[in-house]
């Protein structure tokens, strides 16, 4: 299996266009060694023609651009993005799909009826879309049960409710539902391994513990380093917690429960805020990361399991 990380970054990209943090000033005059990024997506594919698009992000166009393999060029119009599924109704997660519009064909979309809903209410873009290309929506439920995707044989996934927050748009941002954010377990055909992926991640219980912990690779959300992050920078009075992200450091933080996990594990962080240290690549808590194992997606990144 084949992944291929398409923006590492969480909502507002790396540098973001209105941020002077430390880290997106610091990257703009050349004062850190870090690497821009573009908003949270990745994209499966198992014989490298023909993809899963997982999360629409804004940035879309460029990161399909930025990845020659996403265009096969098999007749006068074509994509490789065979099906798109998202993990979250999040406007960095959705947004792009906008941009898929010039398909003649309705848009092969899988998400939860909660996901389906809010991007067919609060923020409407499958109404929209009905005027253009069309959706073909796909209720999925998160209840772990393997599935196969008609557009891409060979792809068997799971996917797994979590603990996290609906998008601020969404009427159930203070009451979160079953199926607003899920993980997804992608299964390799040829190795017979696992990967987890997870974006937004509240929480790791001790459920969700045992299944990473049978995993080849889990890929899961890097948003903050610190609870407090936005808040000691001044930039939001939100906490990471507030929207629905579990930080890296701290107790019960996510560098805890990564280093729980058997020693095969690969361990990689994705969805990273602007504001998190970890993007400057001479910073302690980078070096920390390293001394635990645990990489930091970028865009471009490749992964086989
Ligand atoms: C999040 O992951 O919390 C959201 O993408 C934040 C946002 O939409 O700005
Ligand atoms: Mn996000
Ligand atoms: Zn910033």
Sequence with gaps: MLLRVLGSSAGGGFPQWN????????????????????????????????WLLVNASPDILAQIRATPALQPARSARDSGIAAVLLMDAQIDHVTGLLM????STPLPLLATPEVLSDI?????????????CGVASQAIACDARPFQIDALPGLTLQTLALDSKPP?????????????????????????ERLFYAPGLAEVTPA?????????VVLVDGTFWRADEMQRLG????????????PQSGAGGML?????????????????????????ED?????????HGIEVAYDGMEIRW
């Excluded at 898929?100 to 398909?103: D, P, S, T």
């Excluded at 910073?283 to 001394?291: G, K, V, Y």
Aim: aromatic share 4%.
């Design 256 to 280: 805890e429960h990564l280093a729980r996990l058997p020693a095969g594990v690969r361990k990689v962080l994705i969805h990273i805020n602007n504001t998190n240290p970890i993007l400057d």
């Design 283 to 291: 910073s302690p808590e980078r070096a920390q990361l390293a001394a």
């Design 19 to 50: 941020c002077n943090c430390p880290q997106c000033d610091g990257l703009r005059r050349g004062r850190i060694r870090a690497q821009a990024r573009t908003q949270s997506s990745i994209a499966l594919s198992c014989n490298g023609q023909d």
């Design 208 to 216: 969700l513990h045992d299944v990473m912990a049978g995993c080849a």
């Design 235 to 246: 930039l939001s009075t939100k906490s990471a917690a507030d929207m629905g992200h579990l």
């Design 168 to 192: 601020p748009y969404s009427p159930w941002r203070n009451a979160p539902r079953q199926g607003d954010n899920i993980g997804l377990l992608v299964h390799s055909s040829a190795t017979g």
């Design 100 to 103: 898929l519009r010039e398909r």
């Design 120 to 132: 067919g209410s609060g923020f409407p873009l499958t109404s929209i879309l009905s005027h253009y």
